[in-house]
């Protein structure tokens, strides 16, 4: 009997080894193959988080717009960030953001800090970008955030509804 | 079971998985055997990699969308059901036929192979996606996508930055030198003119350039020094030992005019020849200058090399063991007067500048060994001469370097224009183990074209990944007249950008070359910020002083503007220029009435500039402040007030895309803050008070 487990175990193994490991290595390939664009993972530079046109969008934004304030290292060099008090949230905190519902993210953009009793150091953005991009900006969010996000981690009745 | 519903062509694709599914039901082990050693051998073979599609009901019918604005019907939606709901809520990249994201192209009015291609007419998925047929085309890989959007959009689009780029590189790398490819710019230089190129550099260099055109190499040849490797825009040819010595030899002849030595005054080489910092008086002379914010340059610093500065002119590592001493002399006196097309400005220099800076660059951007590696090359034969031209002409150098009594080799390579939509039954694959696609097909061209064809003429590129991305998908956008009627009347011009200065501005605005960095009216370069409304921005007596002293706006950027050492003459004639010329429609100078502007309205601004609207958390005045936008210290002396107010009340009207948010600030508002910005103001021996900007009381 235990001769027989032996060999089924052994042929476990033989099957999933190699299969995890095909697995693992087209999910890279697919990651760049079948997605509109590729972030690394701010805290892991190899491990590459697949895009979609929407949170692309609000990639190609957040360089432009965000990126000096809300991370650690810029295109242009320094980052603002140390610069300011509170300190801005890195825009792929997964603890302080993945709790916050979509609406709640949407508003402090479009209306700024103060409107929701933080920092008035957040400018509203709501007369500059419209609507679809600010959501775009919060797909990126949602994309490379860490932890990732979970969208059951939002009560269902504080998740957007689009 | 789970997938009876299926048609059978997806079935079968299924079968791996259903297998690997029975292991949990514990049979008897010899069965597990055989059904685990199948899986195993199926996984090998690729079928494991094969996902399930979601388990929708599927019809057996066939579902059509029809799309009337491009006058066909497609079916993809008989398996892509979900991509028939709209919205976002399923939607994410591991599942394709999930609804259409966000997108500006709704699919009822445009279809799926406008954009995704693949066979909408196949019912099957492998005809559908990967049609065998040559003529078809096959399903653009995701990563590609943003072709599709080049065949109608000539022009940049910002959703497609990988497209841009590849358009650009097309035109920076010279691929429009050999091919003809359809509303790529050609540069108006490709290569340098190759004219004079005996006196500029030796025979040696020469034959090392061509044989491994890097611009930092060692002298055994390595590629990567310090871990550090270069990439030049010259690509490298398949020459062998006879092509690269004859054509050594052809250009080492061309000398049409030596280059005269330059004469110093005497008592000022006296004074500085021994001088212990000479080179150093050079190497800051030479920052001074901001000779890197075009030309790249590898330095080391704490033990690390790495590359500075810009992109626009040659790397300069090793520039002082490549180019001859009185070469350099006259070169940096007068590009214009070697290279007629060069972007080099003409700087306005002092003798002593110029000695030392020369001084600097033979010392220290050389490397003595950078040539001991190459065989001696004896005094070429006008037969060997001979020979090198017609290697020149054989190889396609023609293409990209001009030479006097020579006619440029246009369209060497095949054209392009429509290589995006070719068949693939119309490419030369030869031998190769290359997958018979389009996409693979130019990917393996541009990476390494012997892999395609050994014996081909087109040299190999030294290009990064991301770059290769950038190109493929360029060149898969590369499809051609439009198709049909239907999408000839959608296609969206590439615009065309021009600028004509006039007047005493012409010479001047040419001299220090502008537009190599800025850009006027749409034309240019975008390394530095747009001058097209610098006259409503900026008050004329800063701008003169800024010309003749440029210094950093924003805290954070490196990049600065050179300094020219050009006369007060040269700088009124641009400031001038500016004022009354490149002038926003939107910002009327008498909107702001600087007179009505009280000291109390400058303490409420400043109110409002600190509590709340917070504006120092992106702007510094004095020593604090954050590193966002520009430093307002001295704003009061730079900008015009009219441009001041109508940028609080929308920024993006005045520079579109501009970073700082719109705020809905009132009227008094505007005025307070504009009251306040205009009293900051600092006093320097260079800066005077405008009339134009009257003073804040």
Redesign the interface.
């Known amino acids: 009997m235990k001769t ?1 487990f032996a ?2 175990a052994l ?2 193994c ?2 999933a080894v ?2 995890a490991y ?2 693992r290595a ?1 999910a890279q390939d ?1 990651a ?6 590729v972030e690394p993972d701010w805290n892991d530079q190899q491990h590459l988080i ?5 949170q692309a ?1 609000g990639k ?1 934004l957040f360089y ?2 965000c990126v ?2 809300h991370a650690d290292s ?1 295109p ?5 960030r140390s ?2 008090n509170p300190v801005p949230v890195l825009m792929n905190d997964g603890a302080t953001l993945n709790g916050q519902s979509d609406e709640s993210l949407q508003k402090i953009v479009a209306l700024g800090g103060s409107a929701v009793g933080k ?3 957040m ?3 709501g ?2 970008l419209t609507p ?1 991009e600010i ?2 900006l919060i797909a990126y969010t949602r994309a490379i955030a860490q932890p990732p996000f979970h969208p059951s981690e939002v009560p269902i009745s504080a998740h957007s ?2 | 079971m789970r997938w009876g519903k299926l048609p059978r062509a997806l079935s079968s694709e299924l079968l791996p998985v259903d297998f690997s599914l029975n292991l949990h039901r514990f049979r008897p082990y010899l069965l597990i055997l055989l059904l685990s050693g199948t899986a195993l051998l199926a996984s090998a073979a690729g079928f494991g990699q094969e996902k399930p599609a979601d388990a929708v009901d599927q019809q057996k019918s066939a579902n059509q969308l029809w799309v009337p604005q491009l006058n066909k019907t497609e079916q993809c939606t008989t398996c892509h059901q979900e991509a028939a709901k709209s919205g976002l809520e399923q939607s994410s990249v591991s599942q394709p036929p999930g609804p259409d994201p966000l997108f500006p192209h709704h699919k009822k009015d445009w279809g799926c192979t406008v954009c995704h291609r693949g066979q909408s007419a196949a019912l099957e998925k492998g005809e559908a996606h990967q049609p065998k047929a040559a003529t078809e085309q096959p399903l653009l890989p995701i990563k590609y996508i943003q072709a599709s959007c080049g065949t109608c959009h000539r022009a940049d689009l910002p959703e497609t930055p990988n497209l841009n780029h590849g358009r650009q590189l097309l035109s920076e790398y010279g691929c429009v030198a050999c091919h003809q490819l359809e509303g790529i710019e050609r540069p108006t230089m490709l290569g340098s003119d190759l004219t004079n190129i005996g006196a500029k550099v030796s025979p040696t260099w020469i034959y090392k350039w061509l044989k491994e055109p890097r611009t930092i190499i060692d002298s055994s040849g390595n590629v990567v020094v310090n871990g550090y490797e270069t990439h030049s825009r010259m690509p490298q040819f398949q020459l062998d030992e006879k092509e690269l010595r004859s054509l050594c030899a052809f250009l080492s002849s061309l000398r049409t005019a030596p280059v005269e030595p330059y004469k110093f005054d005497p008592q000022l080489v006296a004074t500085l020849e021994n001088s212990p910092d000479v080179v150093d008086q050079g190497e800051e002379r030479f920052r001074q200058m901001f000779c890197t914010t075009c030309h790249p340059l590898a330095v080391t610093r704490a033990g690390e090399t790495k590359l500075i500065g810009g992109e626009i002119g040659p790397e300069l590592t090793k520039v002082g063991s490549k180019v001859n001493a009185d070469w350099l002399v006259a070169w940096l006196r007068n590009p214009q007067a070697y290279l007629s097309k060069s972007k080099m400005p003409r700087y306005e220099w002092s003798d002593r500048d110029l000695y030392v800076v020369t001084r600097y660059i033979r010392t220290k951007l050389a490397d003595p060994d950078v040539l001991s590696d190459v065989p001696s090359i004896a005094v070429p034969s006008p037969e060997e001469i001979r020979l090198g031209r017609r290697v020149f002409l054989k190889k396609g150098c023609g293409s990209c370097h001009a030479v006097e009594g020579m006619k440029l080799q246009e369209d060497f390579g095949p054209n392009l224009s429509h290589i995006g939509s070719e068949y693939v039954s119309h490419l030369q694959f030869g031998k190769s183990g290359i997958p018979r696609n389009l996409t693979a097909y130019i990917r393996a061209k541009i990476s390494e074209p012997a892999s395609v064809n050994p014996s081909a003429e087109m040299p190999q590129f030294s290009l990064e990944s991301t770059d290769l991305d950038a190109l493929t998908t360029a060149l898969l956008g590369m499809t051609g007249p439009p198709s049909s009627s239907e999408i000839a009347r959608l296609v969206l011009p590439r615009p065309r950008a021009e600028f004509h200065p006039s007047g005493a501005f012409e010479p001047v605005y040419e001299r220090y070359k502008c537009y190599v960095c800025h850009q006027f009216n749409g034309y240019g370069g975008t390394l530095a910020p747009d001058l097209s409304y610098e006259g409503s921005r900026a008050q004329r007596q800063w701008m003169i002083d800024f010309l003749k002293n440029p210094q950093t706006l924003r805290p954070t950027l490196i990049l600065r503007m050179p300094q020219f050492n050009m006369t007060d003459q040269e700088a009124s004639i641009l400031a001038d220029y500016m004022t009354a010329s490149l002038q926003s429609p939107s910002v009327p100078p008498a909107s702001v009435d600087v007179t009505q502007f009280t000291s109390q309205m400058a303490v409420q601004g400043k109110a409002l500039y600190e509590a709340k609207y917070q504006c120092q958390s992106c702007h510094t005045i004095g020593t604090t402040g954050g590193y966002v936008g520009p430093d307002l210290s001295n704003v009061g002396n730079w900008m015009t007030p009219a441009w001041i107010a109508g940028w609080l009340k929308d920024p993006q009207a005045q520079v579109p895309g501009s970073i700082e948010p719109r705020r809905s600030m009132t009227e008094e508002e505007v005025n307070a803050l504009t009251a306040y910005l205009m009293s900051l103001r600092q006093s320097g021996p260079a800066s005077h008070a405008s009339a134009a900007a009257g003073d804040a009381p």
Request: charged share 20%.
């Open positions: 027989r060999i089924f042929t476990l033989l099957v190699p299969s095909r697995q087209s697919d760049s193959r079948h997605a509109y664009d697949p895009l979609n046109y929407q969008k190609r432009q717009y000096w304030c810029t242009a060099g320094p980052s603002n610069n300011l920092s008035a150091m400018p509203p953005f007369r500059t679809g959501l775009a509804g689009r």
